[in-house]
């Protein structure tokens, strides 16, 4: 084109109100020239104006797109019919050379589905032990820790002994029991004589049955220290040991309640202990439970049973799914909050006490709407 008339070197030309323009030609509103020379809306022209001697990035004139700052004809926002001619990697538009290049690119197309909405609400949790399946292990009687067995982390089975403790009460417990059969053998020998002697009319029936009434007391003198050892954390075959060899020692095992892993230990061998000193803390980890604090606005949507969906920060990736099994029955005067509680499985027992989750609750179904999706969504 005529150096005149080049809107890029003489933007002022664009300009031009429409008195100071030929009446006579047409205006391309669009990028400021006369129709006959605009190249963008005409590209036939450009190679008419090789003669011009005038152009701007090659042998043709073309404008710049400060917009998306390429140039107009390569711009594919503006002109997206521009891009079909341009070979894959020249305009904005994503392209791909062959149907095995998209695959390989791990691209799938699809079509938006219809399904059912649900109004979600999403609050932030914490994550604490299952309380149903954590427990205290306490000494059933007073001494002097003898041994700790386990450490914080090692995994126990229920009943397992996890420490030993000296304790006075263990021994009179087991003298008492030595002593308990030892009665109940003289009063049965004497029942048993005196029932000799009745059945040959030589001792009289009041003596019979005095005979029988101590021995019947003796034997429950005997089951008494029994389950008395067994109160202590002994076991039947234990107690029938402690019977047989009549040993007295003060030995006493600490069990481990049910099967699960040490979490906390306060145990330090050597130290004297009283009934009821928290020894370790056993927990259960299959499961977790996920504190929740929920708005008083959406009560109306909340109900035990609804599913939830967790993530947290360490697997951002991973959803962990459970149910909603608790909701008070009081509003937090201050937050004007309502405390709740789920239940989550803790495959791999990637779930510690501690975490922050966000969790999602899916509330009142809604109508079925076109979805996508969520990878989907390019921000």
């Known amino acids: 084109m005529y150096e005149d008339e080049c809107v890029i070197c003489h933007p002022e030309i664009a300009k031009k109100t429409s008195k100071e323009r030929n009446p006579n030609r047409l205006w391309c509103n669009e990028h400021g020239v006369y129709e006959d020379e605009c190249t963008i809306c005409h590209p036939e022209l450009a190679g008419e104006k090789e003669s011009d001697g005038h152009s701007h990035g ?14 107009e004809s390569e711009c594919g926002l503006c002109h997206p019919e521009l891009v079909a001619g341009l070979e894959p990697g020249q305009g904005m538009k994503v392209r791909f050379v062959s149907n095995a290049s998209v695959d390989k690119a791990g691209v799938e197309v699809g079509r938006p589905g219809s399904s059912a909405m649900f109004d979600t609400l999403e609050v932030v949790g914490r994550v604490t032990f299952d309380r149903n399946k954590l427990a205290m292990v306490t000494p059933l009687a007073g ?24 304790s006075p009460a263990i021994a009179q417990a087991k003298s008492a029991l030595v002593s308990a059969l030892a009665q109940e053998e003289l009063h049965r020998q004497t029942y048993t004589r005196e029932k000799d002697l009745v059945s040959r009319e030589i001792s009289a029936q009041q003596d019979l049955d005095s005979a029988k009434a101590a021995y019947g007391a003796s034997r429950s003198d005997t089951q008494q220290a029994r389950q008395q050892l067994m109160n202590l954390g002994f076991t039947e075959a234990e107690v029938s040991e402690v019977a047989q060899s009549g040993s007295t020692t003060s030995v006493m095992p600490v069990r481990a309640p049910f099967g699960g892993t040490i979490v906390q230990r306060d145990a ?47 697997f951002p990736s ?33 779930l510690r006490h501690g975490m922050f989750a966000t969790v999602e609750l899916a509330a009142t179904e809604q109508l079925a709407g076109l979805t996508v999706p969520k990878g989907a969504v390019q921000n």
């Open 268 to 314: 330090v061998a050597g130290s004297a202990v009283e009934m009821g000193d928290a020894l370790f803390q056993v927990a259960d980890l299959s499961s977790m439970w996920l504190e929740l604090s929920i708005p008083e606005s959406h009560l109306g949507t909340i109900q035990q049973g609804m599913p939830v969906a967790a993530r947290v920060e360490a």
């Open 143 to 166: 001494g002097v820790l003898e041994s700790v067995l386990v450490d914080v982390g090692d995994r126990v089975e229920a009943g397992q002994v996890i420490a030993r403790i000296n």
């Open 318 to 350: 991973d959803v962990f799914e459970g149910e909603l099994t608790w909701v008070a029955f009081d509003v937090n005067p201050d937050t004007r909050k309502v405390e709740a509680r789920a239940v989550l499985p803790n495959d791999g027992e990637r």
């Open 58 to 71: 090659g042998d043709t004139a073309e404008l710049w797109c400060t917009e998306h700052d390429l140039a």
